[in-house]
């Protein structure tokens, strides 16, 4: 089963940011403000003189916060594209504080004279710049756990590493850059949880199976998803395990899925039963890991479980997973609580 760090609830949504009520849609309404998933919010400047710069516009929008500070990020002239109704503003900048969004929605036109403000929950688009993908980096490292070759990304954008910045693994660029920086650091994955995301599109993950050849634990519960197509991606990993609880996927998608990933063996927690023609192949292959468990066991006098971990890392290939154990505990980095005390091993 997964490795989680928690459980499932998101929790708050970002440092500064209400919780809204459970919905499908990815912002919530309260009063006049959506509020926006990922606590950070887009504000819109426009203005009818065209003589004004960004600094004063910034300052008379700061004494009109006050005793709130205002604190503009990613601010540039002019609007943002990807909105049409966006696309004419005189000042673009985020911030990711609800009250100062909130603040800044409400001021009226006899405290902006010639300024007009909108406020939205739309997200910044971020530029991978070096610094920015070295962040990334350090917090893909810090969830990676190396003993049960797993990584936790579950609300990736919570991460400590972004309580000034902005990221979201929902934005096509970031999923690839993370993507890439897996399978540098951690080409021997097995376990990946990409939980709460608002992930809608996987192409990000073409050639995964090129990246993670091991992989056989994949989590994506309660994201975006609204089509089974998007696991097309996957459909050349070894997977046996699979969580797609949460997303917006149509009534008896599992069907589906199984077509896609004739292999899985769980799906959403729950264990498949073998198709008709699978059911031999099946038992045999059980039958086998099982007989090499239990020959690991005796051989080198560690529990199953460490014995079945040793052989999944070595992709059940007995003879790596012999030499591994052999050098691992020549080195003392076996801890004692992995063998059978009644078994005593060859290699003392």
Known sequence: MFPTRGSRCPGPL?????????????????????????????????????????????????????????????????????????????????????????????????????????????????????????????????????????????????????????????????????????????????????????????????????????LQYLSLGDNRLDSVSELQVFRLLPLIELDLRGNLLPANYERSVRDILPRLQILNGAELHPRPHQRSSSLALHNCRSALVSRLCRETGMNSYWSRGALEVNDWHYSKALWAFAKCHKNRQIPRHAFDSSKITYFN
């Not at 950070?40 to 516009?57: A, P």
């Not at 006050?66 to 990613?74: N, Q």
């Not at 540039?76 to 900048?93: I, N, P, R, S, V």
């Not at 009226?108 to 070096?130: E, K």
């Open 14 to 214: 970002c440092h500064s940011t209400p919780k809204p009520e459970r919905s499908s849609g990815p912002c919530r309404s309260r009063g006049s403000l959506a509020i926006s998933a990922y606590g950070w919010y887009r504000v819109l400047v426009f203005s009818s003189d065209h003589r004004e710069t960004m600094k004063r516009v910034l300052r008379r929008l700061g004494r009109q916060l006050r005793p709130h500070y205002l604190d503009p990020r990613y601010g540039h002239l002019g609007g943002e594209t990807d909105a049409t109704e966006d696309a004419d503003a005189f000042l673009t900048f985020y911030v990711n504080d609800y009250t100062q969004a909130r603040e800044l929605q409400g001021l009226s036109r006899q405290q902006l004279g010639p300024l007009r403000v909108r406020v939205n929950g739309r997200t910044p688009w971020m530029r991978l710049t070096p610094a920015y993908c070295q962040r990334l980096r350090h917090a893909v490292r810090s969830r990676y756990d190396p003993v049960r070759q797993s990584l936790d990304l579950a609300l990736f954008h919570l991460a400590p590493e972004w309580r000034a910045e902005f990221c979201a693994l929902a934005q096509p660029c970031c999923l690839r850059a993370v993507i890439g920086i897996v399978a540098q650091e951690m080409p021997h994955l097995l376990h990946l949880r990409l939980d709460m995301n608002y992930l809608r599109d996987l192409r990000p993950f073409h050639d995964v199976e090129r990246r993670f050849p091991r």
